[in-house]
């Protein structure tokens, strides 16, 4: 059974820093590019972060300078480095492996986490 599991989500001030945390477990992780999206209510999830297997890196253009994302193959965990927050980063992030293997019949694979909520006000 595949799972993502988040965490390090909750409330800090603008101008603060935050750590998100996503451990897998039940799935070749090697094999998987991974990313990091969030979601506020009414809108569409948007992508904020991905990095693949080799540590290749995409940011999207409101988190650059100012997010970092990484991963240990070996710990089969992703992270977000979140600094200099502010209010408009205040979201749903949820982690995401995709399948990014040599197997057609797992292209378009992907699993999703439960989601941590990361509110930044004063």
């Known amino acids: 059974q595949v799972q993502l599991v988040e965490s390090g989500g909750g409330l800090v001030q603008p101008g603060g820093s935050l750590r998100l945390s996503c451990a897998a477990s039940?799935?070749?992780?090697?094999?998987?590019?991974t990313a990091w999206y969030r979601q506020v209510p009414g809108k569409q999830r948007e992508l904020v972060a991905a990095?693949?297997?080799?540590?290749?890196?995409n940011y999207a253009n409101s988190v650059k300078g100012r997010f970092t994302i990484s991963r240990d193959n070996a710990m089969n965990t992703v992270y977000l480095q979140m600094n200099s927050l502010k209010p408009e980063d205040t979201a749903v992030y949820y982690c995401?492996?995709?399948?990014?293997?040599?197997?057609?019949?797992?292209?378009?694979?992907?699993?999703w986490g439960q989601g941590t909520q990361v509110t930044v006000s004063s």
């Open positions: 990095v693949t297997s080799g540590g290749r890196t």
């Open positions: 039940g799935v070749d992780f090697r094999l998987y590019t």
């Open positions: 995401n492996a995709e399948y990014a293997g040599l197997l057609f019949a797992l292209k378009g694979t992907q699993y």
